[in-house]
T-cell receptor
């Protein structure tokens, strides 16, 4: 079945550092890939998405490229801020069984000033 | 526009008690979902609905029941609560298919079963 594997956290970085959160996936069909973010005390919200191979999703300075050859969708940001502290979830939805979203375990990110 | 609203936000139960979590969305979305979030396990799908009057099992449905009598509401029931059901529960909805769209989440309901 479909699955998503994220790098284990927690991740702690200094402000303005470069961020990478790794995500790899297994899917039987043609998945779309997503990053969701959960700020403290809130529900998840969509950060970015890519619906086909080689697409790059971007939002709020974050980027992720859909790499079919390595089955990966790593999240990157060039210069993180304290306000980026949150839990980040990688997710996929396959065109087979496409009404559902499968999530990774989440990576907690803390940015220190 | 309230989006997705969950009630209650906090609840403490004793083992064997029953309760219902209510999810309401005002976006006229067809699809609705109940997830549970546990440390180290991410979000796991309990049940979902693809439209009014329909329900389907997700990854971890045992011990839960759901109903979607009205399009805007999706209820999650625990008939006989167990400590293993201590978790944070999230409801979500989407207009189209998850493969292309964006899920909108409620703020979560923290349930503790003693």
């Amino acid at each position: 079945g479909d699955s998503v594997t994220q790098m284990e956290g927690p991740v702690t970085l200094s402000e303005e550092a470069f961020l990478t959160i790794n995500c790899t996936y297994t899917a039987t069909g043609y998945p779309s890939l997503f990053w969701y973010v959960q700020y403290p005390g809130e529900g998840l919200q969509l950060l970015l998405k890519a619906t086909k191979a080689d697409d790059k999703g971007s939002n709020k300075g974050f980027e992720a490229t859909y790499r079919k050859e390595t089955t990966s969708f790593h999240l990157e940001k060039g210069s993180v801020q304290v306000s980026d502290s949150a839990v980040y979830f990688c997710a996929l939805s396959d065109y087979f069984g496409n009404e559902k979203l499968t999530f990774g375990t989440g990576t907690r990110l803390t940015i220190i000033p | 526009n309230a989006g997705v609203t969950q009630t209650p936000k906090f609840r403490v139960l004793k083992t064997g008690q029953s309760m219902t979590l209510l999810c309401a969305q005002d976006m006229n979305h067809e699809y609705m979902y109940w997830y549970r979030q546990d440390p180290g396990m991410g979000l796991r799908l309990i049940h979902y609905s693809v439209g009014e009057g329909t329900t389907a099992k997700g990854e971890v449905p045992d011990g839960y029941n759901v109903s979607r009598l009205k399009k805007q509401n999706f209820l999650l029931g625990l008939e006989s609560a167990a400590p293993s059901q201590t978790s944070v529960y999230f409801c979500a909805s989407i207009q189209g298919l998850a493969v292309t769209g964006e899920l909108f989440f409620g703020e979560g309901s923290r349930l503790t079963v003693l």
